[in-house]
């Protein structure tokens, strides 16, 4: 499947922002969904899954409270950010993992190009 994450951008400490990824299948709900961030100087991090269904999540301890995941019924998977901080800046990527696998995803199948997120007063 495709992705292509979408929604960041420069943003002021204390700011929302919702990132979005949207997939090139039909069958999009086959997938176990998920967003990655990667700041500068850093390894790539999992931040939150969401189940193929939408009805399960799964939070980076790091991240909870303040990040929401959720999917709509038909290509598409968010990531709702608050009180953003500077620690937040990074590159936001989404990936799809196989809906039939284990839960929270371990693999990744696919990924899509990231969408940078700036936190900076």
């Known amino acids: 499947v495709q992705l292509q994450a979408s929604g960041g951008g420069l943003v002021q400490p204390g700011d929302s922002l919702r990132l979005s990824c949207t997939a090139s299948e039909t069958t999009f709900s086959k997938y176990h969904m998920a967003w990655f961030r990667q700041a500068p100087g850093k390894n790539r991090e999992f931040v939150a899954a969401?189940?193929?269904?939408?009805?399960?999540t799964y939070y980076a301890h790091s991240v909870k409270g303040r990040f929401t995941i959720s999917r709509d019924h038909g290509d598409t998977v968010y990531l709702q950010i608050d009180r953003l901080t500077p620690e937040d800046t990074a590159t936001y990527f989404c990936?799809?993992?196989?809906?039939?696998?284990?839960?929270?995803?371990?693999?990744?199948?696919?990924w899509g190009r990231g969408t940078q997120v700036t936190v900076s007063s």
């Open positions: 969401v189940s193929r269904r939408g009805g399960t």
């Open positions: 990936a799809a993992a196989d809906g039939l696998g284990p839960w929270p995803p371990r693999e990744y199948v696919d």
